[in-house]
């Protein structure tokens, strides 16, 4: 039990009611899906070694100087994503779909001659042809539905609301805090003869029926700036200047409701349970908050061939520093029970909050290969290091400045709660004359440590359980090569699982409960891309 308890500590530090800056953002912004036009995504995204086409912009830049023509190509994509959320034994499916741009480019490709007197000749030793290319590719998209609900035996929102305000007296709860809009609705008050600054919740013995609602949007786009070089057909080195746009909202919502009426009536005796001053029949808690910012990065890519049929790649990804903003609000509504039938008591709406901050998301290592089997087509491969720990949250202002705020417990848990992980891709193409047939799959390892992957079994809580945090991509792709043009299409079977907790306290006795997320993503995406 004292093992659960410091595991819960750490946990409830880990994880506020209000869900922005905090480590959560800096692994949302970390991580990435499979990225590239259709051609790439129909190999399992194995293609930092094969090169020659818009996605070695952001995969490996030196892919661009084996190309031999300029080219430009636009990949929309059609995104299916149905969550199944687990939660104290039930499970319910929500589904988003959305149309976007995935990815377009241009790429200018320029060989080098020289003038014999009589003639121009292409340059055969040395830097022999040079590639500069712009695009775009999304490298993250956050739509996404969970909802869920169950009878949660053990807790209630208003305990972790009364354990975060225990030891301030109520008039320093903080004008926009959700510890003041609870007390303000009597969500939570003070228990009698205890000085002022000791808190109950109104439902303090759970026993009640609960729902969670999260609605995720926005989306994570890179623009790309690349310069390639081909040095006589067996080397190519490559850069690329990344400018990343980020935009994220999320809105949260919690329901309660006593449907066993345990909480009808007012307990006026303090030596039989905490004291109720006002009964509780319903709480509703919604929070909403957004992110948006931009941030830079840069990449360093080689490619050599030491034979025709082998290419070897390696890739590094620096860290992507961003500046951000969050606007964030809350509302708190406590329907009680009152002589002449029920009162809604609502939190007033409050002028959104504002908060400045700059994150540093980990670097990243790929090494790759390819080999070409003849003309009927070739297999490849991807590995890629990084390590989620190494992310960081920063404040804007200046130490000692009114807006200074540290980030201290926060890079702390990023320490403890993520690690490094390695990333697998495998994927081919067949060539049969025009055609082209691809076939991949993917595994991008948890970013969770042991301690980050545990959570409380919501049957039994001293049990605790691990989640998977690993991503798991099947893909099949097909595509038409002619002289002037091709046109490729690729789907991508996404599975992943993750998990977070609706609310957790900073007294490790109350139970922090979790909701598992089950989500499969269905991609279909579509690049048309001209020759000239």
Known sequence: MKHILSFLFIVSLSTSLLLAQNEADALRHSQTGLVGSARALGMGGAFSAVGADISSGYLNPAGLGLLRSSKFTVSPVFRVNTDNAEFLGNSENNSRSRLNMNNWGYVVNKKLYYDTGSERREVERGLKAWTFGIGQHQLENYYRNTQTGGFNEFSSISQALAANAQGINPANLGDFSNERLAFDTFIIDTVLNRGGDAYFGAMNRGQIDQRF???????????????????????????????????????????????????????????????????????????????????????????????????????????????????????????????????????????????????????????????????????????????????????????????FYSFEQENENVNTLYQAALNFRVGGEYRYDIFRLRAGYSYFGSPYSTEGSVYQDPNNPETLLNIDGSRNFITLGVGIRQPNYFIDVAYVNQQSQDKFSPYTANDPSIFSPTVVSNNLQHHTTLTVGFNF
């Open 213 to 403: 609602q999260r609605i995720e949007t926005g989306r994570r786009n890179e623009w790309f700036i690349s310069l390639a070089g081909n040095f006589e057909d067996k080397l190519y080195i490559g850069g690329t200047v990344g400018i990343q746009r980020l935009e994220y909202s999320q809105r949260f919502n919690v329901q309660e409701i006593d449907v066993n009426n345990l909480y009808e009536f007012y307990d006026p005796d303090p030596d039989n349970g905490f004291p109720l001053e006002i009964a509780s029949q319903e709480i509703r808690f919604s929070e909403w908050f957004g992110t948006f910012g931009s941030g830079i990065n840069a990449k360093l890519g080689v490619i050599f061939r030491p034979t025709d049929p082998l290419r070897i790649g390696v890739t590094f990804h620096s860290p992507s520093y961003f500046s951000l903003t969050d606007t964030f609000n809350s509302q708190l509504v406590h329907v009680t029970q009152v002589e002449t039938g029920t009162e809604e008591l609502s939190s007033p709406s409050l002028t959104p909050g504002r908060f400045e901050y700059n994150l540093t998301t980990p670097y990243k290592i790929t090494a790759g290969f390819m080999y070409l089997l003849g003309k009927s087509g070739f297999i490849s491969g991807d590995v890629d290091y990084i390590d989620y720990s190494f992310s960081n949250l920063s404040s804007n202002g200046n130490l000692g400045s009114p807006d």
